[in-house]
């Protein structure tokens, strides 16, 4: 079992930065990890993802260029970086995992995932 905590999350002004942190328990290193987010009244959007060996990423349309995932095999651990935030990245931030397959953008597909943390940009 794999038990996945976000932190990091707050208010931010518009263009401000925040970096995300995904602290995992159990044995992560070979999984594929990810970031989604939702807002209220919407669906769980696909952020970003890595591969289980850092080297690969692949990112929503609408964070490229802004935001940079990564991981440290060592900490067992996700971050998530975010740069010149809009207030239409307000959302709940989700960590997610999966142990066999990486670059999935459906949200149905993982197998673990975290409670979830806020972030809120103001304009």
């Known amino acids: 079992q794999v038990h996945l905590v976000e932190s990091g999350g707050g208010l931010v002004q518009a263009g401000g930065s925040l970096r995300l942190s995904c602290a995992a328990s159990?044995?992560?290193?070979?999984?594929?990890m990810a970031w989604f987010r939702q807002a209220p009244g919407k669906e769980r959007d696909f952020v970003a993802t890595?591969?289980?060996?850092?080297?690969?990423?692949d990112y929503a349309d609408s964070v490229k260029g802004r935001f940079t995932i990564s991981r440290d095999n060592a900490k067992n651990t996700v971050y998530l970086q975010m740069n010149s935030l809009k207030p239409e990245d307000t959302a709940v931030y989700y960590c997610?995992?999966?142990?066999?397959?990486?670059?999935?953008?459906?949200?149905?597909?993982?197998?673990?995932w975290g409670q979830g943390t806020q972030v809120t940009v103001s304009s």
């Open positions: 159990g044995r992560t290193f070979t999984y594929a």
């Open positions: 890595i591969k289980w060996s850092g080297d690969s990423t």
């Open positions: 997610a995992a999966d142990r066999t397959r990486w670059g999935l953008r459906d949200s149905r597909e993982y197998d673990f």
